[in-house]
């Protein structure tokens, strides 16, 4: 079973901190890497993909993946109560032997307060 | 900008009826899927389609559920004979896949009911 595993939280983080938010993978052919924001009763929204060994920046985020460790990461500068939502991290072997199939984890509560 | 969008966004249903879930994947994409969560549960792929057919399916994507082109547009999800577990929010996303990078974009979302 190919899993993605990811602390459900909750993560508190006072206004203007950084967030970090983890994700471990099991499959070693995964290929692509996703971050997605899902606020309550709302779909999946992507935020961030990374596809190759160290970090991706896109505005106030950093994604960070490592192959090696099978570890991908999620940083949230300066955050913001906007940002309360759960993250969910997503991978596939697209490409490989997938079609794009994505796997996701359970997601981690975010609370930023003021 | 460009969205998926996805009809009807509730839908409430009696155990052993047909539903069918539509979706209008984005223009350009070519790659489209099915997903659905269970409430409190993680977000679950069900099957992807491409060219016309099935590409992948997952487990859950039995004999009860089927997914259709019927035209340059929509994309759709029959489920045959509803059952209480099918109760689910069911995400369609789709996706271009250029150049190896196969970022999905994700409908709202339609609640099935299975009463």
């Known amino acids: 079973q190919k899993e993605v595993e990811q602390n459900s939280g909750p993560l508190s983080v006072p206004e203007g901190a950084i967030a970090s938010l983890n994700c471990t993978y099991s499959?070693?052919?995964?290929?692509?890497f996703f971050w997605y924001r899902q606020y309550s009763g709302k779909s999946p929204e992507l935020i961030m993909s990374?596809?190759?060994?160290g970090d991706k920046e896109d505005g106030r985020f950093t994604a960070q993946l490592n192959k090696a460790s099978q570890y991908v990461s999620l940083l949230i500068r300066d955050s913001q109560p906007s940002d309360s939502a759960t993250y969910l991290c997503a991978v596939t072997n697209a490409g490989g032997t997938s079609y794009g199939k994505l796997t996701f984890g359970q997601g981690t509560i975010l609370t930023v307060h003021p | 900008e460009p969205e998926v969008t996805q009809t009807p966004s509730h839908q409430v249903t009696q155990m052993g009826q047909e539903v069918i879930l539509r979706c209008v994947p984005i223009s350009n994409h070519l790659y489209f899927y099915w997903y659905r969560q269970i409430l409190g549960q993680k977000v679950e792929f069900l099957v992807s389609f491409y060219n016309n057919e099935i590409s992948e399916k997952s487990e859950i994507f039995d004999d009860q559920f089927s997914v259709e082109r019927p035209d340059g547009s929509n994309f759709t999800l029959k489920i045959r004979s509803t059952k209480l577990e099918d109760s689910a929010m069911y995400f369609c996303?789709?996706?271009?896949?250029?150049?190896?990078?196969?970022?999905?974009?994700f409908g709202p979302g339609t609640r099935l009911t299975v009463l």
């Open positions: 996303a789709s996706s271009e896949w250029a150049g190896g990078r196969n970022e999905q974009f």
């Open positions: 499959d070693r052919g995964s290929q692509s």
């Open positions: 990374i596809y190759s060994n």
